[in-house]
């Protein structure tokens, strides 16, 4: 299994609503991440697992809660988000013991908050 | 000093061609420099990488040129195709520790049959 599995692909939530974005992998990785794009801009990387342990948060909003419950799970909570949050969340996985080395991206969340 | 500066912003191609993106660094730490393609609507998927300890490679049409010097490198794409339309995005990063990739601003390809 070569893949980063992200559900679910659209989410569409309102201001007060809470919701969670889901990412799973089985190729071993140790380090996983959750990245935002904007529509013709790069990826911004928001957080970084490593080993099921918080090693960077991008001075990342609260209102975006990451979770990593296990070693091929993360999640990434959200609540109270703002129109401006609406993007293409991702996913990406690789060796920890070579940083992000040999990296895997998921296909992607397009959240639209309304 | 940890921007990677990529051009052209976009590109056009005719079917046959060849593709040429360049990016440009100023950290000499970094010592991994990948290069993702991304269809619309999907993630980007690493295309090809090189070390700064190669000027060169390639896999199938894909070639990446590496000039330590000049701190440069380049994708090139041989024989470009419809399916090749996509944004690409060069990016690098420092150490085998590092889990920070300093991507570039995109190009945006159409390759025109």
């Known amino acids: 299994d070569t893949e980063v599995t992200q559900t679910p692909k659209h989410l569409v939530m309102g201001m007060t609503n809470k919701k969670s974005l889901k990412c799973e992998q089985h190729?071993?990785?140790?380090?996983m991440y959750w990245y935002k794009q904007k529509a013709k801009k790069p990826p911004e990387l928001m957080f970084v697992?490593?080993?099921?342990?918080?090693?960077i948060n991008e001075s990342v909003p609260s209102r975006f809660s990451p979770e990593c419950p296990n070693s091929s799970l993360l999640n990434l909570h959200l609540h109270a988000l703002q129109p401006e949050d609406s993007a293409l969340y991702l996913c990406?996985?690789?060796?920890?013991?070579?940083?992000?080395?040999?990296?895997?991206f998921g296909s992607g969340t397009r959240l639209t908050v309304v | 000093q940890q921007q990677v500066k990529q051009s052209p912003q976009s590109l056009i191609v005719q079917k046959g061609g060849i593709s040429i993106i360049n990016c440009a660094y100023e950290?000499?730490?970094?010592?991994?420099f990948p290069w993702d393609q991304q269809f619309p609507g999907k993630g980007p998927a690493l295309l090809i990488a090189i070390r700064p300890d190669v000027s060169e490679k390639k896999e199938g049409r894909f070639t990446i040129s590496f000039n330590k010097s000049a701190k440069q490198f380049s994708l090139h794409i041989m024989d470009s195709q419809p399916g090749d339309s996509a944004t690409y995005f060069c990016?690098?990063?420092?150490?085998?520790?590092?889990?920070?990739?300093?991507f570039g601003k995109g190009t945006k390809l159409s390759v025109i049959p």
């Open positions: 990406a996985s690789s060796l920890a013991t070579q940083g992000v080395y040999g990296y895997t």
């Open positions: 190729m071993g990785h140790r380090a």
């Open positions: 950290n000499t730490a970094f010592d991994y």
């Open positions: 697992y490593s080993y099921e342990k918080l090693s």
């Open positions: 990016a690098a990063t420092s150490g085998a520790g590092s889990y920070q990739l300093t």
